[in-house]
Nanobody
């Protein structure tokens, strides 16, 4: 079994910064991909940023230049540094990983979500 624990959400004024963190634990043989998604009220869940093993990070156009994803392989963690936040960044942010376990080659696991609110 694989678990994800997210932290770092909250409320911030426009132009502010927040840092989200996600830690994966459990019966993990390897992690193929770690990323962040978000879902605003009334909208579909969308990709924010993803980092695949051995590849460079990919970002949604709406966050390029403002958000930075980083991964610490030794700790199975992935962070999302969010700068210059805008009201339209308000959403529930979800961590997602693709992991290999003894039973699965590419198992998708989602975190519980953390709310980010950007408002003056």
């Amino acid at each position: 079994q694989v678990q994800l624990v997210e932290s770092g959400g909250g409320s911030v004024q426009p132009g502010g910064s927040l840092r989200l963190s996600c830690a994966a634990s459990g019966s993990i043989r390897s992690i193929n991909e770690m990323g962040w998604y978000r879902q605003a009220p009334g909208n579909q869940r969308e990709l924010v940023a993803v980092i695949r093993t051995g590849d460079t990070p990919n970002y949604a156009d709406s966050v390029k230049g403002r958000f930075t994803i980083s991964r610490v392989n030794a700790k199975n963690t992935v962070d999302l540094q969010m700068n210059s936040l805008k009201p339209e960044d308000t959403a529930v942010y979800y961590c997602k990983v693709l992991v290999a376990t003894s039973a699965y080659r590419n198992l998708a696991v989602w975190g519980q979500g953390t709310l980010v609110t950007v408002s003056s």
